[in-house]
């Protein structure tokens, strides 16, 4: 999923749609946004890409000086409407809208203690709990009540929330989601990626720490802790796969780092070939990388459509593979007779290796080497990207050997943890730190984690 927020802006609601816009490939299930005026909270959200969500949107009826947005990204819970954020609640003391980023791992204990308490919870969403733990709150201020409900919490999260008069602004302790703060011109605005700090020409200040809760008002912005510093462990995938190129996380371009982890994948796994090509879009930068470490001229052996969404989020495994096949075309004048060296991002379930290999032999490819720019995804993951279970992880299940031979490609290799950790990392300190739980099974997590993790499992 991502998040948006901007706090001061007489145009919020639209320059929300904007910085929507730009996260877009972060989750295209649904979008919303929720303004306040000071007095009241609008809503307005729906299924689908955001430009058909703000299509027929009249923005002097979502009139506010701050706004909160939220694309979707379906892990946990139904895809149904109700579930598209942000999520608002109305009450007679005051409202409260919130949308999120990541995967509450104890959302289900909390829903049954929540339950027996007498809430009645409206969605099937992991966001929910958050909203009913601030509400039970004892506490009057509810700056209070939210660091005590954020502290119940076990797993992954960005918030933004917003109430008629705040705007509150949390990461998780173990800052596993990509959370920063910007200016445009004296408003606030907060995003999963300064890629929407770019398109609405704002400028990046810093990032949200983790355990941080940040509170935007009238009064200007304000910052406390909830949970002690701890390690910092950025999810490796937004660099590897998830977030935009142009984007910085944690002060490391991704770009930059792809084409690292191009780099060097070059040196641990280098092979014979006549070209390099990558699997547009996000394997551009790690093929460039490869390129130029090995020498071996970078080519576009593969187009894409650009007109259909990712593959990954279709249902179905067959949808899936449709999906593919309408996705990507091999460039046949460019492979025809050449030992390709093919560069992707991952390796989930394999559908996608599989269907190019083929297609570039199709197209006549002599030989087709697979070169992945990551590790080996064994794991699941519990923070809000892959739900895919480990059965159907082909890694889980299969030797490199046995993974080459259903890929039908004439080699396999996969970048190291080391490698890819290198590539990310610019330093060693707290604040630099990643998660590669899903290729190294090493969960960032408590005691309290692991009996979750068990649980989940
Ligand atoms: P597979 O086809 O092996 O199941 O999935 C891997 C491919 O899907 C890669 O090309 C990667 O770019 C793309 N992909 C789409 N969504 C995701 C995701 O959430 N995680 C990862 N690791 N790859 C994804
Ligand atoms: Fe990211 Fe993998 Fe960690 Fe999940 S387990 S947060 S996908 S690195
Ligand atoms: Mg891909």
Redesign the pocket.
């Known amino acids: 999923c991502g998040v948006f927020g901007i706090w001061g802006h007489e145009k919020a609601a639209e320059i929300t749609y904007y910085g929507l816009h730009a996260l877009q490939h972060r989750g295209q299930e649904g979008a919303g946004v929720v303004t306040t005026d000071g007095n009241t909270l609008k809503l307005h959200k729906k299924q689908g890409l955001v430009n058909d969500v703000f299509k027929n949107v009249d923005f002097s009826t979502l009139r506010g000086h701050a706004a909160i947005g939220h694309v979707r ?1 379906a892990t946990q819970g139904e895809r149904s409407i109700d579930n598209v954020q942000p999520l608002l609640f109305r009450s007679q003391k005051g409202s409260m809208a919130l949308a999120h980023n990541g995967n509450i791992m104890n959302a289900y204990s909390l829903r049954g203690e929540l339950e027996s308490a007498g809430s009645i919870l409206q969605t099937s969403s992991d966001t929910e709990v958050l909203a009913h733990l601030i509400k039970r709150s004892e506490k009057n201020n509810i700056e209070v009540a939210l660091k005590d409900a954020l502290k119940r919490l076990v797993g992954a999260y960005a918030f933004i929330l917003l109430d008629e008069h705040k705007m509150y602004v949390a990461l998780d302790p173990r800052g596993l989601r990509p959370l920063s703060i910007g200016r445009l011109g004296s408003a606030y605005v907060v995003a999963s990626e300064t890629c929407a700090f770019d398109i609405i020409g704002a400028t990046y200040e810093r990032e949200v720490y983790p355990g941080e809760l940040i509170t935007i008002s009238e009064q200007g912005m304000d910052t406390t802790r909830f949970a002690e510093l701890e390690q910092r462990n950025l999810c490796a ?1 937004e660099y ?3 977030s935009r190129p142009d984007s910085d996380l944690n002060h490391v371009n991704v770009h930059a780092s792809r084409k690292k982890m191009g780099i060097e994948l070059a040196k641990e796994a280098p092979v014979n070939a006549d070209i390099v090509t990558g ?1 547009p879009d ?2 551009i930068s790690a093929a460039i990388g490869y390129a130029e470490q090995s020498g071996i001229p970078y080519e576009i052996g593969l187009i894409k459509n650009r007109y259909t969404g ?4 279709q249902p179905s495994q067959e949808l ?1 593979e449709q999906g ?1 096949k309408m996705k990507l075309s091999p460039v046949r004048g460019i492979v025809e007779g050449k030992r390709v060296i093919m560069i ?13 290999v083929r297609m570039l032999k199709d197209a006549g490819a002599k030989e087709v080497h697979v070169r992945i720019a ?1 590790p080996a ?1 064994q794991n699941p ?1 519990f923070y809000g ?2 739900m ?1 279970t480990k059965q ?1 992880l ?1 890694a889980a299940n299969h030797s490199i050997d046995e993974i080459c031979a259903l890929v039908g490609a004439d080699s396999v290799a996969y970048l190291s943890a080391s490698g890819l950790e290198h590539a990310i990392v610019k330093e060693e300190s707290m604040n630099q730190g990643v998660c590669m739980a ?1 290729m190294t099974g090493k969960y960032p997590v408590t005691e309290k984690d692991q009996t979750e993790i068990a649980y989940t499992r």
């Open positions: 990204y995938m590897v796969y998830f699997v996000s394997s990712r593959t990954f989020i899936r593919v992707d991002d991952s390796i989930v379930r394999g559908t996608t290796s599989r269907r190019i990551s995804i993951c990207i892959d895919s159907e082909i899903c």
